[in-house]
């Protein structure tokens, strides 16, 4: 059974005890009995809602994460606002309550706090990811955990990604997470290459940013592809900017597949033949590369990433289940 029907199931083992907490008459002793089932029951259906939403790509995490935050703390603000001057009362022995508070009621209250602290710590300070391939090994390993700076680039807001604070912006060489232009649903992460204005050449597999050639240097050979095989691969180290790091290259594969570049935005700022491309990467947009250079799907084939994509600058590695020895590892 896949995660979709799974939330499905979710939704429908839920529903019938939400129902019965919003119409089902019940005394103050069966409010007590029951009110942790119920309470799962309302946690499960916005769970399983917003957990199909975002199988089915209506909305992505950072949404349903939102969606959460708004409906727990609007349901604490009707409790503050509307119920809190019918909370249980004491009345009479044969009615000693007034008013039976209703699960949904104590679950939002509760859970509130969390949500809007996750969500405000995935918005503006750190968002956590996984790499899940190896277009930029030999620097993140398929499997890494990493932490995401999500205030290098300035604050932005969420969903919409629309700055309104200015704190800085992509330099050469930042490993850099951003929404994939063809597909803003999915997450990609890359090296900045070319920022506003940089004219980007990559020919017989050497980069060449504003005429100048950047100097690599030997850093060995047989290097892992991210598939658990080895290859004749050669590794070089590189420096953009200020990040000094290691790049692959397979000398058995062509500088370019030109058959796998689509028409993208922009596509006249780049011409591109047999030895490789040549591109001036537009204001507002940046030019990024894979570090596993033959093996990584990148701006060479859909283009550059326009500023409002950016999700933020990768620091970090938090994790690793099959390297424990990556863990706490700087993102160079």
């Known amino acids: 059974m896949d995660l979709q029907w799974l939330t499905i199931l979710l939704m429908v083992i839920s529903f019938p005890g939400a129902c019965w907490d919003l119409f089902a008459a019940r005394n103050s002793t069966q409010r007590e009995s029951v009110q942790s089932w119920l309470q799962l029951a309302w946690l499960g259906l916005l769970v399983g809602a917003l957990g199909f939403g975002v199988l089915q790509k209506w909305f992505g995490f950072s949404e349903a994460l939102l969606i959460a935050t708004i409906v727990t703390g609007g349901v604490m603000l009707a409790e503050r606002v509307y119920f809190k001057s019918k909370l249980p009362v004491l009345n009479t022995e044969a009615q000693p309550f007034v008013f039976i508070e209703p699960a949904w009621l104590d679950l939002g209250r509760s859970f509130f706090p969390v949500i809007f602290v996750v969500f405000f710590v995935r918005s503006f300070i750190a968002e956590p990811f996984k790499i899940p391939s190896g277009s930029m090994i030999p620097t993140l390993q398929i499997g890494d955990f990493i932490l995401v700076n999500k205030y290098t680039y300035g604050l932005r807001l969420p969903v919409t990604n629309r700055p309104f604070i200015e704190l800085g912006s992509p330099q050469r060489g930042d490993v850099m997470v951003f929404k994939y232009p063809q597909d803003p649903t999915t ?61 692959q290259i397979r000398n058995d594969q062509p500088t370019l597949y030109n058959s796998r570049v689509i028409d993208y935005p922009n596509r006249d700022a780049c011409e591109y033949n047999s030895d490789g491309f040549v591109c001036t990467v537009p204001p507002g947009n940046y030019f990024m590369m894979g570090d596993n250079r033959d093996s990584s799907s990148d701006s060479r084939y859909w283009g550059f990433v326009p500023d409002q994509n950016i999700v933020g600058r990768a620091f970090l590695i938090w994790w690793n289940f ?11």
Do not use: C, M
Request: net charge neutral; charged share 25%.
């Open 187 to 247: 997450d990609y992460i890359k090296r900045v290459v070319g920022v506003p204005g940089d004219v980007v050449e990559y020919k017989h597999k050497r980069l060449t940013i504003n005429g100048q050639a950047q100097i690599v240097t030997p850093a060995g050979a047989n290097a892992r592809t991210g598939l658990q095989e080895f290859v004749n691969a050669d590794r070089f180290e590189e420096d953009l900017g200020p990040h000094h790091h290691v790049i």
């Open 322 to 332: 099959g390297e424990l020895s990556r863990i706490g590892t700087r993102i160079p």
